[in-house]
């Protein structure tokens, strides 16, 4: 079964951290390079992270670049995006994918940066 699971996403005040976590299937996720994603309030889904298929390579959208990192656990079929230095301007449902996407996208996690 093809499935994207993210989570971790939260209220936090500007300059705050958090994780995300994408727990994906096997089909998906094996092998493969893997990104995170990002849909802002009436606008359109952007890749803002890379990594991949073994995880030694990354690389992010200038937006985010020194402030997100992202890394993989091949062991879980887990992909996470460490978020800090949060800016109000981040925030938007956050989704993981294959890169070329699947086309079974998860339902995406909430990240809202606000005082």
């Known amino acids: 079964q093809v499935q994207l699971v993210e989570s971790g996403g939260g209220l936090v005040q500007p300059g705050g951290s958090l994780r995300l976590s994408c727990a994906a299937s096997e089909s998906i996720f094996r092998g493969k390079p893997m990104g995170w994603y990002r849909q802002p309030p009436g606008k359109q889904r952007e890749l803002v992270a890379y990594?991949?298929?073994?995880?030694?390579?990354?690389n992010y959208a200038d937006s985010v670049k020194g402030r997100f990192t992202i890394s993989r656990d091949n062991a879980k079929n887990t992909v996470l995006l460490q978020m800090d230095s949060l800016k109000p301007e981040d925030t938007a449902v956050y989704y993981c994918?294959?890169?070329?996407?699947?086309?079974?996208w998860g339902q995406g996690t909430q990240v809202t940066v606000s005082s």
């Open positions: 990594i991949s298929g073994a995880g030694g390579y990354t």
């Open positions: 994918n294959a890169i070329p996407t699947s086309p079974s």
